[in-house]
């Protein structure tokens, strides 16, 4: 079977999957947001927490709620990684040092699951199991639960109230992701991915010499990883990584597992709004979108060579997996940086100009197609208000969506969100750029070493995790500053998210007339489009002309 046809299949086979999964996946969701019934262990769980399971919650509380959460999980994570030599299955790691504990800690409650460590040579069992991959468990649970307050500030009316942040995250961890995590972990098990409590054992090579190889249980952290949108490898190659990713088929379960909630979200959107139009058009923008940098990058990896081994090859193969080769690969790469995974299966610095330059932009969009677990759907909702409200300056009509008016308040939130992250990111990588010792940690000069600083902050501050590689970010300035891109591009937005959420809930309807913009059709699914990529080609394009884009056209 030629390369070509074994490219189209897998991204067929992929689209099938996916729309086969969009229906039952995203009414479940729903369902589960939106029963009055309590299971017995969740009932258990809110006595311990110390909190009414069947009393709502204001806009403030719920964020209170998240912030308290994510809080205790970050001083846990970083206790457990300080720690990790003074606990079983330890494997004789020493504990991790204060400032990369911080990163790290930082990295893995905020969805980030950013890494300046190799997993396999410093953390041991217990701390990935206890510690990395409950994180991956209930920081996906945490985007999903705040994306459920945000549809019930479209969907309630004349109320302060927008749910319970602890129910929320109750249900999502043991009702969806739980099971889910469950029966995909013996998939991946039956598909060659290793899952034991072994530790290093010493492999003899072909030349005569000795190999040390660590086992461990990967197959439930990499099922987790991928289905959440975390990203977080067991070994430093991450998913390139054998043990993680060992054949054809397991690396296409794991590019289904990291799209399929986040685009089964707008399904879960329209049942809870009573129109399931409304999420056949976000999901519609998100496909788009998703096709669009797939094919982008799939091209230029094609069609770009950067040596006369590689077009004797036939396309840009260095830093590529011969087992997956460059369709594979660039199906991956657009993917993870179209969500907020982060994992990968090559090394993006090693893609062509525009080709990296394109994962770049995938992440410089708010990773919205379809995005992070919950966190891709209340950007692209937000963008959605922004389109409407772009639609009804047009027309000079008060805008509205879902029923609601858009007025001065509301679009004090909404605009508040779309600049936080843009800030974080430039102001970070602007730092960095400005600093001796850290344009020193960059191994490429010129417009692809900047490259390099700008995905860096562009992934931390989009809770993105994967990284360009050729700079040098296990230092102390980049893993507190990184550490702080991660925190303040993940909760910072949620205060603006919730807060919206709160002013939509206390509206009244106001009921459709001949002047209310349709936005379920095509015509919004291109007006969404176009907002979306112009406000952000606008926010990035000066940082992205000194980038890839210098590269590109050298």
Do not use: C
């Amino acid at each position: 079977m030629s390369g070509t046809l074994a490219g189209w299949l897998q991204i067929l086979a992929l689209v099938a999957a996916l729309a086969l999964s969009y229906r039952p996946l995203g009414d479940a969701i729903a369902h589960v947001l939106t029963t009055p019934r309590h299971l017995r262990v969740e009932r258990l769980v809110y006595r311990l927490v110390g909190v009414n399971g069947d009393a709502d919650q204001r806009w403030s509380a719920y964020l209170r709620g998240v912030l308290a959460f994510s809080a205790v999980s970050v001083l846990f994570l970083y206790g457990f990684l300080r720690l990790q030599n003074l606990l079983p299955l330890s494997l004789g790691r020493p504990p991790m040092p204060a400032d990369q504990s911080f990163n790290t800690a930082a990295s893995f409650v905020t969805n980030t699951n950013w890494q300046s460590y190799a997993g396999e040579s410093t953390l041991g069992h217990l701390v990935q199991m206890a510690g990395l991959a409950v994180q991956n468990f209930v920081s996906a649970a945490v985007g999903i639960s705040v994306v459920a307050a945000l549809i019930r500030g479209f969907t309630r009316k004349e109320t302060d109230r927008v749910g319970n942040f602890w129910v929320d995250l109750t249900r999502i961890t043991l009702r969806i992701l739980l099971p889910l995590a469950f029966v995909f972990a013996i998939v991946l098990v039956a598909g060659g991915v290793i899952q034991n409590l072994h530790g290093a054992e010493s492999i003899p090579t072909i030349a005569g010499g000795h190999q040390s190889l660590t086992g461990g249980p990967v197959a439930s952290q990499e099922v987790i990883k991928e289905l959440g949108t975390n990203g977080g490898g067991f070994y430093n190659a991450n998913s390139s990584h054998p043990f993680e990713n060992p054949n054809a088929f397991t690396n296409w379960l794991e590019i289904y597992l990291l799209l399929a909630i986040a685009f089964a979200l707008p399904r879960t959107f329209g049942r809870m709004a009573g129109d399931h139009r409304q999420g056949y058009a976000i999901v519609a923008v998100m496909a788009l979108i998703w096709a669009a940098s797939v094919a982008i990058v799939t091209v230029d990896e094609l069609h770009s060579v950067s040596s006369r081994a590689g077009h004797a090859a036939g396309a840009m193969t260095e830093g590529k997996e011969q087992r997956f080769g460059v369709w594979a690969s660039a199906l991956f790469a657009a993917s993870t940086t179209l969500t907020s995974t982060g994992a990968i299966d090559s090394a993006h610095d090693s893609y062509s100009p525009f080709g990296g330059g394109m994962t770049i932009f995938n992440m410089m969009l708010g990773e919205i197609a379809p995005g992070g677990t919950g966190s891709g759907l209340y950007g692209i909702l937000v963008l959605a208000v922004i389109a409407v409200f772009v639609a009804g300056l047009m027309v000079g009509r008060t805008p509205e969506y879902l029923g609601k008016k858009l007025r001065g308040r509301e679009m004090k939130f909404a605009s508040l969100y779309i600049l936080t992250t843009p800030t974080v990111v430039l102001v970070g990588a602007a730092l960095a750029m400005a600093r001796p010792g850290e344009r020193a940690g960059m191994l490429n000069p010129g417009p692809h070493g900047f490259s390099e600083v700008l995905y860096a902050f562009t992934s931390a501050g989009n809770n993105n995790g994967s990284a360009f590689a050729g700079l040098s970010v296990d230092t102390t300035w980049y893993n507190t500053a990184l550490g702080l891109a991660m925190l303040f591009g993940r909760f910072l937005p949620m205060v603006f998210i919730l807060a919206l959420a709160g002013s939509l809930a206390g509206q009244a309807p106001v009921p459709v007339t001949a002047g209310t913009l349709p936005t379920h059709r095509p015509l919004f699914v291109g007006l969404l489009t176009g907002v979306l990529l112009i406000v952000v080609g606008l926010t990035y394009f000066p940082a992205l002309s000194l980038g890839p884009l210098a590269e590109g056209l050298q």
